[in-house]
């Protein structure tokens, strides 16, 4: 009977150690799987990271892009807008030197046609008074 009892305990100890062995593979099996899972997820999350820095650093450039086209753009506005003074400046100083360069020639040939007109008036006088002398 005890032998009985030895074998049956021996029977049980295999059994149970069977099924620790079994359960200790299926438990491996599922951490396993569970480990597969969590590196998926885990390379799934980092894939998605860097799809959002790379639309974060392309949005980024975007954004540096059109403020330098505003920049470029608001500078070339100055650029033109000084241009446009000063060649109106040029313009202003040419047409009054051009005014004065006229006014100067006018009030040359005013006094060349008064100094005809004094030197035609002398000889009218010269001669009306000959004419009245020879009378």
């Known amino acids: 009977h005890e032998r ?6 021996s029977e ?8 620790m062995e079994k359960l200790r ?6 951490q396993q799987h569970l480990l597969d899972e969590v590196q998926q997820q885990m390379a799934a999350t980092h894939r998605a990271e ?3 820095v790379q639309l974060q650093s392309q949005t980024l450039h975007s954004l540096e892009l059109e403020a330098l086209r505003l920049s470029l753009n608001n500078m070339h506005t100055s650029q033109l ?4 003074s000063n060649l109106r400046k040029e313009k202003e100083t040419a047409l009054v030197e051009l005014r004065e360069m006229l006014n100067d020639k006018r009030a040359q040939e005013i006094a060349i ?5 004094q030197l035609e008036w002398e000889k009218l006088k010269e001669q009306c008074l000959k004419e009245k002398e020879d009378l």
């Open 4 to 9: 009985e009892h030895d074998r049956e305990i």
């Open 12 to 19: 049980l100890l295999t059994k149970h150690e069977e099924e």
């Open 25 to 30: 593979a299926e438990l491996n099996k599922e």
């Open 50 to 52: 860097i799809e959002q």
């Open 81 to 84: 807008e000084l241009t446009q």
């Open 113 to 117: 046609l008064q100094s005809r007109h």
